[in-house]
């Protein structure tokens, strides 16, 4: 067996946290119960950024679904900022404590990889860009990240279990171990083109033996339909690497290659991205399966409908606006609107999740819910 939890266990509360079972255990026999409010946010995000994407929302609401609790905030895939409650939970806090461990878990990662996803999309512009980075995750959690990548802005991804959850093909073409195995890479290109279904795009890994640019020719000269050539180069080869790029380019295109792309992959992430203009896609891996987790904390700001907060944090149940037409964001209290300073109303992004347990939402197709961050990622700067 895998060293990982079952769902029972997850949502049975064996993956708490030990001190939420004492917690419970001294509610439950000495009879408390208050009616509570508390809040799901974050202090500040990974490197200073300015905004993040929230998702894991589903896997939140599955995870509390029977139990006698309220749930309101952001819908999955939102824009949000520090400080703003992503997720609002009313009840006995004796109803969900223990599941307070796993709550966390299950939209700090993923929350983290959708806005790094994000973050390198918005650099990207129309460039596609795609997740390759499950190898170097535990394979259990492989589907979600690349659904969390996907939903956050990549164009494709990579895991093969992932696309029952997204609802498209993963992508990928070849491995140097099939040039490694084959002895050469002309013979690897040209066995890929044979076998490998038509509707898969000829793109040929051009790094494993030689020179790039000669590998690059190779497969152009051979492969009749070339969609393009993938650059791999390993850190110990790579000098500067954009230079490569660019004499790539230049040989393919004085050939009459201009129609052959360059597909480029290795230890991409945001600073680096900025440096490969002439590349036509990108491949990103750890940085993005890797990303840092966004810090959520969960804290009661209410106990008994009244506003009671532990030292930095905000008492009282809080409303957050949003202007749709520049993404600024405010969190208030007892509002439900304000003028924006680009004059446009700010009103209340915060849906009804879940009533006495019973979720209220539909869950939307991941394809809409990139579309969405698309959208919303356009309106703001990095």
């Not at 992508?171 to 195995?181: F, K, N, R, V, W």
Request: proline share 3%.
């Amino acid at each position: 067996m895998f060293f990982t939890a079952s769902e029972e266990e997850i949502k049975s509360g064996k993956t708490t946290d030990f001190y939420f079972i004492n917690t419970k255990k001294i509610l439950e026999e000495k009879n408390i119960s208050k009616k509570i409010v508390a809040e799901v946010t974050v202090s500040s995000l990974p490197n200073d950024y300015r905004w993040g994407i929230f998702s894991g929302l589903y896997e939140l609401l599955m995870l509390l679904e029977g139990l006698n609790i309220d749930v309101i905030g952001l819908d999955e895939g939102s824009l949000f900022y520090p400080m703003e409650p992503v997720i609002t939970i009313e009840g006995d806090y004796k109803e969900f404590c223990e599941l307070e461990t796993a709550l966390l878990g299950l939209i700090c990662q993923s929350s983290g990889i959708s806005t790094k996803s994000a973050r390198l999309k918005k650099l990207a512009g129309e460039k596609p860009i795609f997740s390759f980075g499950v190898r170097r995750m535990h394979p259990t959690i492989s589907p979600m990240i690349d659904r969390a990548a996907y939903l956050g802005g990549m164009d494709g991804f990579s895991c093969v279990a992932a696309e029952k959850l997204i609802g498209i093909k993963s992508s990928g073409t070849m491995p140097h171990a099939l040039s490694l195995i084959l002895g050469n890479s002309k013979e690897a290109f040209i066995v890929f083109d044979q076998v490998i279904d038509s509707d898969v795009p000829r793109i040929m890994l051009t790094d494993t033996f030689c020179d790039e640019k000669i590998e690059a020719l190779i497969a152009a000269d051979t492969i009749k339909n070339l969609t393009g050539v993938r650059l791999d180069t390993p850190g110990s080869r790579r000098g500067n690497m954009s230079k490569i790029v660019q004499e790539v380019r230049w040989e393919l295109d004085i050939r009459g290659y201009k129609d052959v792309k360059i597909f480029l992959s290795g230890g991409l992430d945001e600073n680096s991205l900025k440096s490969f203009k002439d590349a036509d896609a990108f491949g990103v891996g750890t940085s993005v399966s890797n990303s840092k987790a966004i810090d959520f904390a969960l804290d009661i700001v209410e106990v008994e409908g009244k506003p009671f907060a532990k030292r930095g944090k905000l008492g009282g149940k809080k409303t957050v606006l949003r202007c749709p037409k520049c993404m600024s964001g405010k969190i208030v209290y007892k509002k439900t609107s304000e003028k924006c300073d680009c004059g446009q109303t700010m009103k209340s992004v915060q849906k009804n999740l879940m009533k006495n347990g019973k979720i209220l939402i539909d869950f939307q197709d991941v394809g809409y819910l990139r579309a969405n961050v698309l959208t919303q990622i356009k309106k703001v700067e990095l």
